[in-house]
DNA sequence: GCAACATATGTTATCGCTAACAATTGTGAT
DNA sequence: ATCACAATTGTTAGCGATAACATATGTTGC
């Protein structure tokens, strides 16, 4: 591999001249900066960044931790993040830690190892703490995003899953369903209690029953994705509660795929059979005719923003920090069937 | 940051045991391991890999250059990378070049200076040559993945295009579409090429006529995921051009989407009043009871496969080149109205 | 012509770690 | 007791770049 040393020699220059001339630095006379880039061409070199990294304790590098890449609002977030760090002339590293703790914890030491300029980070629960604390102790900026936890202070960018579930279900009320099931992720994860806080703070609103009877629960993504054999039985026992919900809320996209298909084997239509509600976090439906009601939020922006608060941080490690909340979308459609 | 010294400090010993500690060296004594993990215990310690690969030459990093992160092919590709490269220790740092040439270039220029240590590569269209030829240049063990790029032999994984294009279409003309309007992509990109011929093919053989008016452009991925004003003209060209195509072959999934939702705003149904077939990359169409043959390829391999052969290439420079060609899954629906 | 300063270039040390070799200690065979 | 050799630990140099300081030119003004 080509280094500094080679270019140096062929431009008949000190190292030191070539660095200033890859810097862009002052003082290099245009006759030896020529002589440097002509030999710099001929040799086809490039900078080793990481011997650079090495002495400037910069990696031009962002550590991005999320729960799943296949995930299209994950996905969406992490190309508005990947667009904003090569505004900022960044590179990103992108690690799925699919809700496990453990797996999170080996991602954010190998970033740490890696030496990244800071982290941004859906945490995988609320058991995070102690990974977190992990990123504190080494002086890591970082930011959570879409996530929070609540015991560890930083920057961060989240929806508003409260006021959005609490509209989606308020909009169920309205439309007259009077019993609507959700299906729940685990509560160690901030937006799935949210979000059930917001479903059952909309019930109590109405003067509806929140019948625990109603509340199903499912992994949030990992694993999700293949089919969840139980679940089939599981709606059907939802359904058959009595009286009947005749809506149901999924607390998010892979939840609401999964129930969508998990009506259809049961034969039930949707919304003539049974309304969907679905905090979603883009919107494929749209296209697709489906009467789901949703609140959609702006994926893309999640990542943008916090790749922006991050570089603040970054500037100033002491300025207060950051809270945005963004709110979602929402898009809401009549049910064709009232309670 | 804590470094190796403060470790040997604390624990009395020379940084090497240490660095012998850390990488399982033998020729520890047992009392003098236990002290050194103790310090590093003690201070928290993180190895700095930068100085490591610094030495070592490797970063334990791959980068991974695709066409766009949102599009739920390279999602799923890039998934199925970083599970695959996680199982080999590494990160992957991901790239859109959006089938821009010179943002190719950039991010090219960007891994190689992170001397990342192999390189996966959709590469934006036939003009990547230049750019492919740096990598080369370098030494960087690379492999295609999805496209390839015919004056550059290297390690590939692609789907097969041509057979999945002359298949779809050969269901469409079976089904008694005997006039089919197919939407392209730009043909300097490998599969756009290669989906026309397989289309072309199947006309050939099926002994109908290849009508270059039935033949639209559309850019292949980015910026296509906004709205396309014209397109709505253009498909409108399209349907009156006499006799009137009855089916549609959408190249790839983004186009696909643009297309059914243009044909949504000219009020015409799928497949009641056109038939439609996509080379579509994943199956989220499956769920929505939409009446689309699509070529379904296997994303989460692309992904896999390119990781596993990349470190084999690694391993031994000298190798043969590995051709992997991965067979789309044909999902073919009857369509309601014939020709 | 020469001090005084700007401009251009070079030298040395260092970032954190490890390879290669060196030194020390301990062990067993004779 | 002595030598040969293994096991353990240390020393030095260097990976490729740059910061900080040093030196060599050129330029200006009087």
Redesign the pocket.
Known sequence: ????????KRA?????????V??H?????????ARVLLAMRELN?????????????RTHTIGLIIADLTNSFFTTLARGAEDAAHKHLHRLVICNHDDDIDKERTYIEALISARVDGLIITPAGNDSVENLKIIQQHGIPFIFVDRIVHSIKADHVVGDSMSGAYELTSHLLRQGHSHIGIVSGPLNIHTASERLKGYQAALAEFGAEVRQELVLYMPYGPGADTAVPELDQQIRGLLSQNPAPTAIFALNNVIAVQVLRSLRRLGLAVPDDVALACFEEVDPYELMHLDISTAIQPAYAFGEESVNILFRRIDDPDKPFESVVLKPRLQLWPSHRKG
């Open positions: 591999m080509v280094t500094i040393v080679d270019v140096a008949n220059v000190s190292t030191m001249t070539v660095s200033r890859i810097n630095a002052a003082s290099v006379s245009d006759a030896t900066r070199y490039v900078p080793n960044s990481i011997a650079r990294s090495l002495v400037s304790g």
